[in-house]
């Protein structure tokens, strides 16, 4: 049963244009979502993340939105660049959890191309 | 960046023996995770660690087993490795009530 959803495996985007990352989740107990982006034999590095009480967190060219009604989040990348050319993980927690896990989805792999 | 190292990181090892992954971290955060990453499926959660001696099982714990005898350290022990376990392994750390994690290198292990 996979409680975080990824459905796009990969994005293709020209430079300078917007990236949307698409991530959908079914636990309704989940109230804390972060982004994590990911290059070749490197580890997973945090982006960015939205609380449940919001729906949308900015930290310069990141935008995260979340739709709680919809159990849907998406990451914007303006304007796009090849820099940000990575595989991105959508990962999804709640403070029921005590131990601060995380559930991630499979990964969009993004290319910018320039 | 978070001061998370993982050893080897590099492993290539027969079916049936033992291997242990090391992670070690200068950041003095209460919890350390394992993961591994396959393809097409992202990253699961093997077994984390709450506190030194305090461990819990993950999404996927079977065939692992976990210590943490040392704030710093938290190693993962495949007793008999078969060739299902060939992967990616992560660790990562965070601080008290915090959700971000942050990740190690990764080691790659071969089960062959």
């Known amino acids: 049963d996979q409680q975080v959803k990824q459905n796009s495996p990969s994005l293709s985007v020209q430079e300078g244009r917007i990236s949307i990352l698409n991530c959908d989740y079914t636990?309704?107990?989940?109230?804390?979502f972060l982004w994590y982006k990911k290059y070749p034999a490197e580890g997973p590095t945090f982006l960015i993340s939205?609380?449940?009480?919001?729906d949308k967190n900015e930290d310069g060219r990141f935008t995260v939105f979340l739709n709680k009604s919809a159990k849907h989040l998406s990451l914007h990348i303006v304007p796009s660049q090849p820099g940000d050319s990575a595989v991105y993980f959508c990962?999804?927690?709640?403070?029921?959890?005590?131990?601060?896990?995380?559930?991630f989805g499979k990964g969009t792999k993004l290319s910018v191309i320039p | 960046d978070a001061g998370i190292t993982q050893s080897p990181r590099h492993k290539v090892t027969e079916t049936g023996t033992p291997v242990t992954l090391r992670c070690h971290q200068t950041e003095n955060h209460r919890y350390m995770y394992w993961y591994r990453q396959d393809p097409g499926h992202g990253l699961r959660l093997i077994h984390y660690s709450y506190g030194v001696k305090d461990t819990d099982k993950g999404e996927v714990s079977d065939g692992y087993s976990v210590s943490r005898s040392k704030t710093e350290d938290f190693l993962l022990t495949l007793e008999s490795a078969t060739s299902s376990q060939t992967s990616v392994y992560f660790c990562?750390?965070?601080?008290?009530?915090?959700?971000?994690?942050?990740f190690g290198p990764g080691t790659r292990l071969t089960v062959t």
């Open positions: 990562a750390i965070s601080w008290d009530i915090s959700y971000e994690q942050y």
């Open positions: 990962a999804a927690s709640y403070s029921g959890a005590g131990s601060y896990q995380l559930t």
């Open positions: 939205i609380s449940s009480i919001k």
């Open positions: 636990n309704s107990m989940f109230d804390y």
